[in-house]
Each structure stands twice: as C-alpha cells, then as structure tokens.
C-alpha cells in the first residue's frame, strides 16, 4: 500500500536559522536580566549592611564619645572637688595655726598673771599675819604670868600681882627678838592693840582678861627665849617682885587671828 502524503498541518517545522538567533538573543537578555537582578540584590544587601556597619560605627563612636566626655567630666569634677577640699583643708590648718598661737599667747598672758597672782597672795598673807588678822602656827615660846600666892600677905600687894605694864613689857621683848605674832589670852596682839588696867582688871582689845596670862609667840623659839631669860632682863624682874613667870618652847604655837574689839569675856 503506497504510503499516503503527510498532512502538513502535522508535519514539524523545521528551526531556521533566523528563528535559532532569535532565540538565542531572547535567552542571552534573559540571562542579562538575571544578572541584573542578582547584581541588584547584591548590591541592597551589601548596601545595607554597609549602612548597617557604618551607622553602627557611628553610634559606637558616639557612645565611646559620650562615654569619654562623661568620664572626662568625672574626672575634672573629682579633680575639682580635691583642689577645693585641699584649699578649704589649708584654710582650717591656717586658722587652727592661728587659734593655737592666740591660745599660747593667752596662756603665756594668764602664765604670768598668776605668778604675779601667786607673788600678790604670798605678799598679802605675809600682811595679813604681821596684821594679825589670820590665824597662824609656827615655832615659839610660851609665856605664863600668874599673880604671886602670896600677893595677899605682902606689904605692898602690887608687888605680887601682874600689872598691865607686866604684859607690855613681856610683849615688846618678844617682838624686839623678832617675834611675828603675839596673842595675849588668845587675843591677837595688833599694831592698834592695847593693854591696860581698869582697877583690878586687864583689858586688851577691849576684853577683859583674867590671871594666868599666857602670852604665846611665834619666831625663832632659842632666840625668843634667851631675850626673856638674858640677865636682868625682864623676866629677872618679874621675879624680883615675886610674879610667877614660866617659860616653855615649843615646836607648834598656834595664834588666833584678830577679830575685833569684843566683850565676850566681860563679867
């Protein structure tokens, strides 16, 4: 059987060479266009991460700037703060310098007060005991006048009894041996004091005293009593008229001090 004609809608087209080109040169803009867009993405991506990067950069320099700036800033204010306690530190050792030395010249001032203070006080009290107006203790003599027992039978009776001038005269040798105080009776005797009779009795600092009269006074105790005991002196004639007279030293006389006039031993 004889082979029938092929239709030509069935036949397959045969690829000429102007369709081939065509083709190739849609599928190399193909290609491009590819390239293109790989090349494009590329370069968003690395566009971005160098953004990314440098913009980080950025921040980072401006954190380590600000980081830096306050760090500074810390730093001058620490350096502030010292430089201003360290004036203020020299300023309170300055006035502390000056305080100790206003305190060293106040205490050198009131040093010498006080010596002079002291030198016034021990002047004073040596006053005040040549007065008579403090009491006082010291070495010295005992004197005790005492009318005679037998006054009373004599022919003269004053020669047995202690006269006014008795005891002034006992005084005065006292206090012409040095004597720094005497008390008659335990009254001070005093530059005003005074003794004398009014009739049968003995009045010194306007109090009366009665016999014994115990004459008490304070100084060098062997000087006091050799001038009372010296030959004919006025202890010898004290007992020539027969006036009992006793002596006694002693290591602790004690004085009263001067009061005043007073009449506590009136009778």
């Known amino acids: 059987m004889p082979n029938s004609p092929t239709p030509q809608s069935l036949t397959p087209n045969k690829q000429t060479p102007g369709n081939q080109r065509k083709k190739s040169q849609i599928r190399a803009k193909l290609q491009v266009r590819k390239i293109h867009v790989y090349v494009t993405l590329v370069t968003l991506v690395l566009g971005f991460m160098l953004a990314y990067s440098i913009q980080f950069t950025v921040n980072g320099m401006k954190q380590a700037t600000l980081t830096a700036d306050n760090e500074w800033d810390k730093k001058v204010a620490i350096n502030d703060r010292i430089i201003y306690e360290k004036e203020t530190n020299e300023a309170l050792a300055a006035k502390l310098q000056k305080l100790r030395t206003e305190v060293d010249g106040k205490e050198k001032e009131l040093s010498g007060r006080q010596l002079v203070s002291k030198q016034i006080v021990r002047e004073l009290d040596a006053l005040r005991m040549k007065a008579g107006v403090v009491p006082v203790t010291g070495p010295g003599v005992i004197v005790t006048l ?19 001038k008795n005891i002034r005269s006992v005084v005065n040798e006292l206090f012409a041996a040095g004597a720094e105080g005497v008390s008659v009776n335990d009254q001070r005797f005093v530059t005003n004091s005074s003794v004398r009779c009014v009739g049968p009795t003995v009045i010194l600092n306007e109090t009366r005293l009665a016999p014994p009269f115990v004459i008490r006074a304070i100084g060098n105790k062997s000087t006091l009593a050799t001038a009372l005991e010296m030959p004919g002196g006025i202890v010898d004639i004290l007992k020539q008229k027969t006036v009992m007279v006793k002596i006694a030293v002693s290591d602790k006389v004690d004085l009263p001090g001067y009061v005043g006039a007073n009449q506590a031993n009136k009778s």
Request: zero cysteines; proline letters at 0%.
């Open 146 to 164: 005492d009318d005679s027992k037998d006054a009373r039978n004599m022919a003269d009776v004053a020669n047995g009894i202690v006269h006014d």
